[in-house]
């Protein structure tokens, strides 16, 4: 029984603890700042975000250049590697695409 009080007493405690923080209109202000850099990481962060784009790009060229590989070599008597080669393009080109779509996907959100 001393149990269920307990409980029962907490449990007032945490109602009329939310009713003082929250206003019986129900306007409650929920912060909502904009992005803002760290200060003195701005510039780091955007070389770092070049170094990242950079990267992308050397391996989009690398996958392409792979793929193209593998549809040179498999033309003779290796049909299914010149098709893995054929099938990889899209996975490339999609990849870079991305990349170079995600500054302007990512800024929809925080319009």
Known sequence: ???FDLQAALGRL?????ERMVPLDGGVRVPDPPPAPPPGLE???????????WGVLVCGVAGLFICAGQMAIGRKN???????G?????WVLGGLSL?????????VFFK
Do not use: N
């Not at 054929?86 to 899209?90: H, K, W």
């Not at 990349?99 to 800024?107: E, L, M, S, W």
């Open 1 to 3: 029984m001393l149990l």
């Open 14 to 18: 945490a109602v009329q603890a939310f």
């Open 43 to 53: 510039q780091k962060i955007d070389t770092l975000l070049a170094w990242g784009k």
């Open 78 to 84: 290796r049909s299914t590697f010149a098709a893995d």
């Open 86 to 90: 054929a099938t990889g393009i899209p």
């Open 99 to 107: 990349a170079a779509t995600a500054a302007p996907i990512v800024g």
